[in-house]
């Protein structure tokens, strides 16, 4: 199985809830700070990611705080 990865920036409600999601339902995953990491942010807008968090896991991926999709993709 595919590691979760978690794509945020500092100083975001929705990341910092997406993460507290992920800790309560026990998911590892790997994060990557997107605000000092411009690799990450021209990764991200190069498969046209406009918002954070972005989740990417093999059953899919989202962006923003979805806890009902996130139950679907963990």
């Known amino acids: 199985m595919k590691q979760t990865i978690i794509y945020t920036k ?3 409600p929705q990341c910092k809830a997406t993460k507290r999601w ?3 339902h026990n998911i590892d995953y ?3 700070n997107t605000t000092n990491d411009q690799n990450a942010i021209n990764h991200l807008k190069r498969i046209g990611v406009e918002r954070l968090p972005f989740v990417v896991t093999d059953k899919g991926n ?3 705080f979805q806890p009902a999709v996130l ?3 963990v």
Do not use: A, D, P
């Open 62 to 64: 989202l962006t923003g």
């Open 10 to 12: 500092n100083n975001c």
């Open 30 to 32: 790997q994060e990557i």
């Open 71 to 73: 139950e679907k993709l």
């Open 22 to 24: 992920l800790n309560e």
